[in-house]
Structures are given as C-alpha cells and as structure tokens.
C-alpha cells in the first residue's frame, strides 16, 4: 500500500533503500533517543530493512521532491496493543528534516489509515524520558496521556527507562480532533 499527504508518500521499505536509512540512522541523535542502537553500516541498515521495517503497516517516509526515504513510520502490534483493532504508532526521523512538521503530516494519513481502513479502534504512542520532540507529535496529534513507567524494557540497548504511553481512540479523533486531518 502506498499513502501520500501534500509532501510525502509513505511506501513500504525496500532492501534498495539501504543507503539513505543509513544516512539518518547512523545519527546518534536518531535511534537511541527512540530505543534502538544506531546503525554502523549500510549492510547493517539493510538487514535493519529485512529483519524489521519489511513488515506490514511500516512504512518508509519520502519527500516528493527527492523521491527518497528520510525516516519511518510504523503501526506495530506488540505489548501495548495486544489486542487486534489496536496498534502502536511509532517513527522516526533523519535530523536534517526535524522540526518541519513532517512526522505529524505522515502520522496524520497513518492514522486516517488505522481508523477507516483498518477499522482500528485504539492507537497506542510511547516516548522514552528526554525524548520531547516524540512527545510533541503526540500532543500535535491529539494523543492523551495515560502513564508513565519507570522501568520500561529497551531491548535492543540492553537497558530500562523511564517511558511515557499515550492513546488516541477512534471517537476522540472522529470527535473533533478529525478537524486536525482534513
């Protein structure tokens, strides 16, 4: 499937698109921040593509005017949404493109996508302490704070943290908040 807003298309990943995810997520501003180590080389980006983000519902994010992928954007079914008609939103971003309302523009298609396509009902969003740009997005997205733990598992560094989980339900963004997507 192929979701486009005003600046960007959201595809799935491709094997081929290993040199650009390698140029953002070798970044250390980029993966820890978000749970997961950088990438030390292309080939580790492009396992990264086949292990994890050739998967269902992920998507990588394209600026029109390049045609090339400058982050992610995923809903994941995992520990917060354990349920069917649920999912976790999750992304991330090459620092060269923060701050431009890029992840709120795709987030908002996604999520036009999870709740009349995919009948979604609930759309779980975490962030881990410090991470207040991901807290942000989910603030601009109409996300409401449920709690805060402070022992949230990291695996892939090995470590807990201290982690925030939002929620957006479908009659919140039908409710009011829809006015925010259109």
């Known amino acids: 499937m192929i979701l486009e807003t005003e600046r960007l298309i959201l595809r799935p990943w491709e094997e081929a698109d290993a040199e650009e995810c ?3 997520a070798k970044d250390s501003r980029v993966g820890p921040i978000a749970g997961w180590p950088v990438h030390t080389s292309e080939e580790d980006s492009r396992q990264v593509i086949s292990d994890v ?13 390049t045609g090339l992928p400058i982050g992610s954007i995923g809903l994941h079914h995992n520990d917060l949404a354990e349920k069917e008609d649920e999912a976790e939103l999750g992304y991330w971003l090459g620092v060269d493109y923060w701050g431009q309302g890029l992840v709120p523009e795709a987030a908002r298609e996604l999520l036009r996508h999870a709740f009349e396509d995919l009948k979604l009902v609930r759309i779980w969003c975490g962030y881990y ?10 603030e601009k997205l109409g996300f409401k704070y449920q709690w805060t733990t402070g022992d949230a598992p990291v695996p892939q560094m090995g470590e807990t943290r201290k982690g925030h989980v939002s929620l957006l339900t479908k009659e919140e963004w039908h409710g009011g908040i829809e006015e925010i997507y259109r």
Do not use: C, H
Request: charged share 35%.
């Open 53 to 65: 983000l050739m998967v269902p519902e992920t998507y990588a994010i394209v600026l029109k005017e």
């Open 129 to 138: 302490d410090g991470n207040d740009k991901s807290k942000r997005v989910q």
């Open 22 to 24: 390698y140029k953002y």
